[in-house]
């Protein structure tokens, strides 16, 4: 363990986002995400016991999220049949864009439809597969510039 950073951050993952360079994707995906053929050729981080947006939290702690982007984060946006079964658009979302919003201007999450989002997915330089079992908990960040 480090002083300061959190223990949800393991050393494979901090080793993963302090390896990500401006513009590279990462990808915090919830337990039914296929993140083994996803991440097939890119960092694949498990962490079963840990939830998106607590983790989601941390990361920004830790690095910028890309100004470059209109939106702070991308997600994979709701089958109709799933937003009439589920109610709605997922409470998680609120707290994604709470926690972005302290690390970006934007005012609402990106999406991006489910194919085009594994797709998408499949181009980030790291997968974190978490044990959430929130339906639509996928979530993509793009790494910004760290100034001095």
Known sequence: MLKGISP????E??????????????????ANFPA???AASHTLVQLPKVGVAELLQEIVKLIPVDALHEDPGYVMAMDPRDRARLGGE??????????????????????????????????AQTV???????????????KGVIEL
């Open 8 to 11: 949800l951050i393991t050393p």
């Open 13 to 30: 993952l901090l080793y993963a986002l302090s390896a990500m360079g401006h513009g590279d994707a990462l990808v915090i995906a919830d």
């Open 36 to 38: 083994k053929r996803v």
């Open 90 to 123: 997922p409470e998680i979302w609120k707290q994604y864009l709470k926690i972005l919003k302290s690390e970006h201007q934007g005012n609402k999450l990106g999406f991006i439809e489910r194919m085009a989002f594994y797709e998408e997915a499949s181009k």
């Open 128 to 142: 974190v597969l978490t044990g959430d079992m929130t339906p639509y908990a996928n979530i993509i960040l793009y």
